[in-house]
């Protein structure tokens, strides 16, 4: 079973440095540390209770380094309407003791194992079955699917009650198992892909060793799927992995197909009929046809990595400004899954930390269709590839180079790409919230960089953009090698709106060190701006007044002209 990264969160400054002796555990897990409590956590957060019961829900494991009561204490308002719950684990601050609390089907046994080795303690497993028969029987090893929980429960309870059990079929993750075993007892443990009748004297197991070819033309793919399964007698739990032909890669029903039977989707060479695209797929299996597909049922689980090809994804995603509390869920679920990650080294590193299995190409930050290129051959070998920007990818970022790769390639490998492009939060927009709402009415963005398009064309947009009192949003500002332009551009800003116009500079925005400034149009100099700052310039509407907090609010009005009655 893949388990999804766990989160370590701790409490005090104390837990640090055994949640760091965790994380060599899960290289991928992120310690999340208690805002005003912890320095140097991977993140912070602001309520335990709040974020432990977040993670719960969207199932991450929780590795909690404080007392157990205080975990159920937390988690207990949750834990009656859950029915599958990810691993929950207490580990004390000092790392001298391991505790699983939920989750026994999430492998949290397994996970109190792998985190007491890495301390160098013993876990304090406490399920009966485990401890009587030195394994879980309702958890069985990648490869295998077990029939049905509830059967499963009173079959182990039965077992512990005294009853002894047979095993028929292959088992190999038993044999080191303490099981009290007899040929001629009643209850047995059935390990096979043949579809069998449910019985509370049988443990079903099913060996996930069935391959299903099929074609993207089938009408009701998942239900013709199960309904040829069912005919050939094959249980649907054994079902490993779908074939495909590669011509239908990308295909939007099979892959609703794989999703909704919920098995990979493997892609082969095509070949001249469905059953030899089966043989060839997998060449140990007996091949069953009908239907217009070709069942290939295997002496053992199938290795699916090994068969085919997935099909290969390319994400282009965005960062954000910097802090991980403002980067999008769907873009950390992308990171988790990445096998290859592209782009100008500074995100690369803001993007991870990334396991050993996670190759990172870094590049310089100008070649950006050199990055996008090799980004589709990478995808295009069945790769799962993420292309970085930071904010939003689709300003004046990565997205626009990709798909520029893409329009100019002839390539179906590369067209046969899932390709999708994932938001940010761009800079100009998280510079705006912490200066309150100066792009609260219609505004302009611009890339101050001539760079790739010519000065004159930039400064037409800024004569009409400022003429139609636009509150204007200044990427690019400046840098070393154009430090004339943007004295140019506040000229001609100034050549349409009076001086005292609010401007609000925001540098490093959402990363450490971040400053926010407010100051007007007349005061603002070049020397005030590098390469990392945005330039918001208000129109002529947006206006200002002191917070309590110090500094100044600057929000441009919903309404133009005059105030409406409210
Ligand atoms: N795709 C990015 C923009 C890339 S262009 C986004 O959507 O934010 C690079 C310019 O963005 C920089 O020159 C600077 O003007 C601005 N920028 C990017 N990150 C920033 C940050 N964290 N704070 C302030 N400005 C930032």
């Not at 049905?148 to 077992?159: C, M, N, P, T, Y």
């Not at 597909?293 to 990595?305: E, H, K, R, T």
Request: overall charge negative.
């Amino acid at each position: 079973m893949t388990q999804s990264t766990p989160a370590i969160v701790i409490l005090g400054q104390g837990s640090l440095a055994t949640a760091r002796r965790i994380q060599q555990v899960y290289p991928a897990a992120q310690i999340h540390g208690l805002a005003g409590r912890v320095e140097g956590a991977d993140c912070t957060y602001q309520e335990f209770g709040v974020t432990l019961r977040a993670l719960y829900q969207q199932d991450t494991p929780i590795i909690a380094l404080c007392a157990a009561g205080i975990v159920i204490r937390t988690l207990a308002p949750l834990l009656l309407e859950k029915g599958a719950e990810p691993a929950v684990l207490a580990v004390a601050e000092d790392g001298s003791a391991v505790v699983p609390l939920l989750g026994g089907l999430g492998g949290v046994n397994i996970m109190a194992r792998e985190i007491a080795d890495g301390l160098q303690v013993a876990a304090a497993i406490t399920t009966s079955g485990e401890l009587r028969f030195g394994t879980c029987l309702l958890n069985p090893p990648s490869g295998y699917a077990l029939g049905d929980l509830e059967l499963g429960k009173r079959f182990v309870s039965d077992l512990l009650a005294g009853h002894s059990v047979r095993i028929e079929g292959a088992a190999p993750w038993l044999d080191q198992a303490q099981l009290p075993e007899d040929p001629q007892a009643q209850r047995s443990i059935h390990v096979g892909s043949a579809a069998r009748e449910a019985s509370a004297s049988e443990l079903l197991i099913y060996p996930r060793s069935v391959a299903v070819a099929v074609s993207a033309e089938t009408a009701d793919l998942p239900d013709a799927v199960r309904s040829a399964l069912q005919q050939a007698k094959v249980a649907v739990q054994s079902l490993a992995c779908l074939l495909a032909s590669e011509t239908q890669m990308a295909s939007p029903l099979l892959r609703e197909a794989a999703l909704e039977l919920g098995v990979p989707l493997r892609f082969v060479a095509a070949q001249s009929d469905i059953e030899t695209l089966a043989r060839v797929a997998v060449p140990a299996a007996t091949v069953l046809t009908g239907h217009g597909m070709a069942i290939a049922v295997a002496g053992q689980p199938l290795d699916v990595s090994s068969i085919g090809r997935p099909r290969g994804r390319l994400a282009v995603i965005g960062l954000g400004p910097g802090a991980a509390e403002l980067m999008v869920p769907a873009v950390k679920a992308e990171l988790a899954r990445a096998t290859d990650v592209l782009g100008y080294e500074t995100y690369v590193r803001m993007a991870g930390p990334f396991r050993d299995d996670q190759v990172q190409h870094c590049t310089d930050n100008r070649e950006e269709m050199q990055r996008a290129r090799h980004a589709f051959r990478l995808a295009a070998e069945g790769r799962s590839v993420i292309v970085v920007s930071s904010g939003d990818p689709g300003v004046f970022a990565m997205a626009a180079a990709v798909l520029e790769a893409l329009h100019e390639s002839a390539d179906p490998a590369w067209h046969s790409v899932d390709l999708e492009i994932l938001p940010g939060v761009s800079a100009s927009l998280a510079t705006a919230a912490q200066a309150g709402a100066p792009l609260g009415h219609d505004f302009c963005v611009m890339s101050l960089s001539d760079n790739l398009k010519p000065w004159s064309i930039i400064e037409k947009r800024l004569d009409l953009a400022a003429e139609a009192d636009l509150a204007l949003a200044f990427y690019n500002p400046i840098s070393r090698a154009r430090p004339w332009q943007l004295g140019r551009a506040l000229e001609i800003v100034a050549q349409h709106r009076a001086p005292e116009t609010p401007v609000v500079l925001g540098r490093d925005i959402g990363r450490p060190g971040q400053t926010l400034r407010t100051t007007t149009l007349g005061a603002l100099t070049p020397e005030q701006v590098d390469m990392r700052t945005m330039v918001l310039i208000g129109s002529s509407t947006t206006c200002t007044f002191p917070r309590a907090s110090g500094g100044d609010w600057v929000y441009t009005p919903r309404w133009y002209g005059e105030k409406p009655l409210s």
